[in-house]
T-cell receptor, first 114, second 115 residues
Framework: AQSVTQLDSQVPVFEEAPVELRCNYS??????LFWYVQYPNQGLQLLLK??????LVKGINGFEAEFNKSQTSFHLRKPSVHISDTAEYFC????????????FGSGTRLQVQP | GAVVSQHPSRVICKSGTSVKIECRSL??????MFWYRQFPKQSLMLMAT?????????EQGVEKDKFLINHASLTLSTLTVTSAHPEDSSFYIC???????????FGPGTRLTVT
């Protein structure tokens, strides 16, 4: 079985400040890792994903994440946030076997203040 | 990019009635679609895996007779909530998997309110 822990339920930050959203996972096998963003009453939009290769992954909207296998982490970062980044962010893991569905973390609400 | 649509986006129904939600992959074929449920301010919980041409696989605790899933073609999966009750009110999201390693595309979701 696999699980995902997002350590912060809410992260308030001022506009143009840097931000890090934390994600830790557990799995007995190799996994793929994802970050999704959800705006109110909308579906999920993929920010970035780690499948293999370079551990530093760059995504859309200036976000990046680093896969750290020894610490089983996949933290999301952005050097300078905008008001429009206010949303719910979900970390997810999946396996390339079985049903291949994703397991989601509980989500982190990023609140960017002016 | 690949687009997944859901219809309707919002539905209000009376307790005891049934509601059908459609999930379509618009520009690609998906042999596998997933149905998730999301309660307010909570994460997505997998309900079932829908495979084209075969029976859906339900997660533990999900009533398969209540949440009927049909995946009749490579571009359409439907979720029917039968005899809906207020506790079934939720945000239902589908996703479609394409035939490349681990790509899933999510629909915009359907808000179901049972009165």
């Amino acid at each position: 079985a696999q699980s995902v822990t997002q350590l912060d339920s809410q992260v308030p930050v001022f506009e143009e400040a840097p931000v890090e959203l934390r994600c830790n996972y557990s799995s007995s096998v190799s996994v793929y890792l994802f970050w999704y963003v959800q705006y109110p009453n909308q579906g999920l939009q993929l920010l970035l994903k780690y499948l293999s290769g370079s551990t530093l992954v760059k995504g859309i909207n200036g976000f990046e994440a680093e896969f750290n296998k020894s610490q089983t982490s996949f933290h999301l970062r952005k050097p300078s946030v905008h008001i429009s980044d206010t949303a719910e962010y979900f970390c997810a893991v999946g396996r390339d076997t079985g049903r291949r569905a994703l397991t989601f973390g509980s989500g982190t609400r990023l609140q960017v203040q002016p | 990019g690949a687009v997944v649509s859901q219809h309707p986006s919002r539905v209000i129904c009376k307790s005891g009635t049934s509601v059908k939600i459609e999930c379509r992959s618009l520009d690609f074929q998906a042999t596998t679609m997933f149905w998730y449920r999301q309660f307010p301010k909570q994460s997505l919980m997998l309900m079932a895996t829908s495979n084209e041409g075969s029976k859906a696989t339900y997660e533990q605790g999900v009533e398969k007779d209540k949440f009927l899933i049909n995946h009749a073609s490579l571009t359409l999966s439907t979720l029917t909530v039968t005899s809906a009750h207020p506790e079934d009110s939720s945000f239902y999201i589908c996703s479609a998997r394409v035939l490349v390693p681990f790509e899933q595309y999510f629909g915009p979701g359907t808000r179901l309110t049972v009165t």
